[in-house]
């Protein structure tokens, strides 16, 4: 995408937010300064925009909780895992939520079926999101005004909407259209072959979610993924510039300024530099920052940084890294996911094609971070990594799933099916002591919600666990 079109797209959005607001579900009265209506295109911008900035958001929340980052602080309620309100995160998904419903009205009233198609992919992609973190959620009612209390549907119920959005999203990205999307859509420019492998892809990773449970099919994830990305050409992301910065590099440059974040899990840095696994892994240098002394050091999550100084002791995200750039993109699905995706829904049926997607998402995410040949090929070689399928075991395929989803909120949605069963991955210390010794399982819901809505609030601990996550 060529910066002259960032900067006129991104000078939309603003104009877009500045002008037209959909606000959440809770907040009915109307506003005379706001106008009752907006552009399909502005509202696409929009939506696209900040569909990645939830990601961010998620991602910032779970990043801890499946120890790639650690805090600084000792004993700091990310690492510890005590209830925290979200409700920042919370009204980000509603808003972009909202943002669509009525994109998918107005498209649909305009015949702008693909419009109508991308923002129903959408839907399913933040939707799945804020159930895969909270459960139960309201949603059947919370589109229409009629109520500021709407009921919570079932996080079972929600995924077969989740379902149902992508697939009429796939449909009508297939068919006629009266506008064409282009340069508001911030992350396929207006490819709807992409955006139609975007949505099944999406749709392998909500059934892979449900392996194990009545109904899930190997065959149906199968046939999603022989629909879904190609290559890392494919890949679904939102890039950024100088005048709005990738919000992991917003974090690498707080913490060179001393406001301290993106400190790195101990857990994160031994699993790739050879002490919880055979092989050194050649990504490390290019994901994380290294010591003052030039070595991988991370953070004990709970426990903080001890005696070690605000700078230079820890490895932390630095600025100007594949993730951290201040044009670095957010990644919201990837060919390398896919693969890994395709390894564990094979794994049972087809180990040979299992272990070849285990080793191709390897490749494709260390080609996406531009590792050199030589070093793919060493650690692809490695007896740690390509250790026959004889032996390979579904342990390889979330150990590198792990490494390859890097701050994004689906490696929670993983560590919680796998139950946390990394290698050295160990409970953080001064652990919340209502989890009784066990990993947390789901997010409380947001204090907001709570005080507004709390008649419908469902009672809910850490420890209880979305549907998808049996024991």
Same mark, same amino acid.
């Given at each position: 995408?060529? =910066? ?27 506003? =005379? ?116 209390? %709407? ?130 892994? =050649? ?125 994004? %909120? ?35 819901? %947001? ?10 609030? %469902? ?13």
């Amino acid at each position: 995408m060529k =910066p002259s079109n960032i900067l006129t797209k991104i000078g939309s959005t603003i104009l877009v937010l500045m002008t037209f607001s959909c606000d959440s579900y809770l907040d009915v009265n109307e506003n =005379p300064n706001n106008p009752e209506d907006a552009p399909i295109s502005g509202l696409m911008i929009n939506s696209t925009y900040e569909s990645a900035n939830n990601v961010y958001r998620v991602g910032d929340i779970t990043s801890n909780y499946v120890q790639y980052l650690a805090s600084p602080n000792p004993a700091s309620a990310s690492d510890t895992m005590e209830p925290v309100s979200n409700n920042n995160t919370w009204f980000s998904l509603y808003n972009v939520m909202t943002d669509l419903v009525v994109l998918i009205d107005k498209a649909e009233e305009q015949g702008a079926s693909h419009y109508q198609g991308a923002a129903q992919v959408l839907m399913g992609l933040n939707l799945s999101m804020g159930v895969d973190i909270f459960g139960n959620m309201p949603f059947s009612e919370s589109f229409n005004f009629e109520t500021v209390t %709407p009921k919570y549907d079932t996080d079972e119920e929600l995924y077969s909407v989740v379902m149902d959005y992508l697939d009429a999203g796939i449909t009508n990205l297939q068919g006629e259209t009266t506008a064409s999307l282009g340069d508001d859509d911030f992350i396929y420019s207006g490819d709807v072959a992409k955006w139609i492998a975007f949505g099944n892809m999406l749709k392998a990773r909500t059934m892979i979610h449900q392996k194990g449970l009545t109904g899930y099919n190997d065959t149906a994830v199968l046939a999603a993924l022989d629909k879904a990305f190609q290559s890392n050409e494919d890949n679904a992301q939102v890039s950024f510039f100088e005048q709005s910065i990738n919000p992991w590099a917003d974090v690498a440059r707080d913490n060179a300024d001393l406001l301290l974040g993106g400190w790195i899990s101990e857990q994160f840095i031994q699993a790739l530099d050879g002490t919880s696994y055979e092989a050194i892994d =050649p990504r490390l240098k290019l994901m994380v920052g290294t010591t003052d002394a030039d070595e991988f050091v991370g953070t004990v999550n709970g426990l903080g940084r001890g005696n070690a100084p605000e700078q230079g002791a820890r490895s932390t995200l630095v600025e100007d890294q594949y993730y951290t750039s201040i044009t670095s993109p957010i990644l919201i699905g990837t060919y390398s996911e896919q693969k890994f995706i395709e390894a564990e829904a094979t794994f049972d049926t087809d180990k040979t094609r299992s272990y070849q997607a285990y080793l191709d998402g390897i490749e494709a995410h260390m080609e996406m971070l531009e590792v050199p040949q030589l070093e793919i090929d060493a650690y692809l070689e490695s007896s740690s990594v390509d250790m026959g399928e004889s032996v390979f075991s579904i342990n390889d395929i979330f150990k590198e799933k792990w490494i390859a989803l890097f701050l994004h %909120p689906e490696a929670w949605n993983d560590a919680r099916r796998f139950d946390y069963q990394y290698k050295d991955m160990t409970l953080p210390a001064n652990l919340n002591p209502d989890l009784s010794g066990q990993f947390i399982r789901r997010l409380s819901y %947001p204090d907001s919600e709570v005080s507004r809505n709390g008649n419908n609030v %469902p009672s809910v601990t850490l420890l209880d666990r979305i549907f998808w996550d049996a024991e």
